[in-house]
């Protein structure tokens, strides 16, 4: 189960609707259940891979690149899951292969009447810890790169 931020107040109108579309667009994304996360996703929306510049614009685009993943769903673990109003951002960790090599990811979300209407998606390797750093970190369980 994904840490979750206090529900809080939002002078958003609509935020609990907000944040349940965010979470049931964010499960549907990680069990790669593509009908789900159609539904969630407004016609006119933006997704991005600000890493490799790609930008999907629209609903079809956007299902499109995903209909033709070229091969088995990656599995997805979100850690955690905050925010208010209409911005949300996951963490989390991506194995593409099942081997257990995992990457981390964050996406962040833009809902709007219960819809995505933008999204960036950052992959990024997991690094060993920095030497210097020793002394003052507290780690965190994870595993080395």
Avoid: C
Avoid at 17 to 29: G, H, I, P, S, T
């Amino acid at each position: 189960m994904p840490e979750t931020s206090s529900p809080g107040t939002s002078n958003h109108p609509g935020s609990a609707d907000n944040e349940q579309a965010a979470r049931a667009l964010l499960d549907a994304f990680a069990r790669f259940d593509l009908d789900t996360y159609e539904s969630l996703i407004a016609e006119d929306a933006v997704e991005r891979r600000p890493q490799t510049g790609d930008r999907f614009v629209g609903r079809a685009k956007i299902l499109g690149m995903y209909r033709h993943y070229p091969a088995d769903p990656p599995v997805v673990t979100w850690e955690r899951i905050r925010g208010s109003g209409t911005v949300f951002i996951a963490e989390g960790t991506i194995d593409y292969d099942g081997s257990g090599s995992v990457e981390r990811l964050v996406a962040v979300v833009e809902i709007r009447d219960g819809r995505m209407i933008d999204s960036n998606v950052y992959f990024a390797s997991i690094l060993d810890p920095v030497p210097y750093h020793g002394p003052w970190s507290n780690p965190d369980g994870r595993p080395a790169g």
